[in-house]
Nanobody
Framework: QVHLVESGGGLVQAGGSLRLSCAASGLAFRTYAMGWFRQAPGKERVIVAAISRFASTYYTDSVKGRFTISRDNVKNMVYLQMNSLKPEDTGVYYC??????????????WGQGTQVTVSS
């Protein structure tokens, strides 16, 4: 059974930083693309960043230059380093896994989410 467990969320002031982590188990991690999605209150879940099995990366425009996605295929972990946080970055952040890299929220496996709140 696949498990994705996020951690690292919290409350931070605008301009601050957080590092999200996602621990994956039950899948051949190195063969999966991994994504981070965000769901703001009252809005749909959208892609923030993704990383392919070959470590190619994708970022949505609003986080380019501020967020960095990375993976550790030995530890079966994926990370999202978030710098220069803005109030509009607030939401529940989900880790997701799929055999293909994509930007839609149709990944095969999902974590339970971690709350990120950025105060102004």
């Amino acid at each position: 059974q696949v498990h994705l467990v996020e951690s690292g969320g919290g409350l931070v002031q605008a301009g601050g930083s957080l590092r999200l982590s996602c621990a994956a188990s039950g899948l051949a991690f190195r063969t999966y693309a991994m994504g981070w999605f965000r769901q703001a209150p009252g809005k749909e879940r959208v892609i923030v960043a993704a990383i392919s099995r070959f470590a190619s990366t994708y970022y949505t425009d609003s986080v380019k230059g501020r967020f960095t996605i990375s993976r550790d295929n030995v530890k079966n972990m994926v990370y999202l380093q978030m710098n220069s946080l803005k109030p509009e970055d607030t939401g529940v952040y989900y880790c997701a896994a799929d055999e293909r890299l994509g930007v839609a929220d149709d990944y095969a496996f999902w974590g339970q989410g971690t709350q990120v709140t950025v105060s102004s």
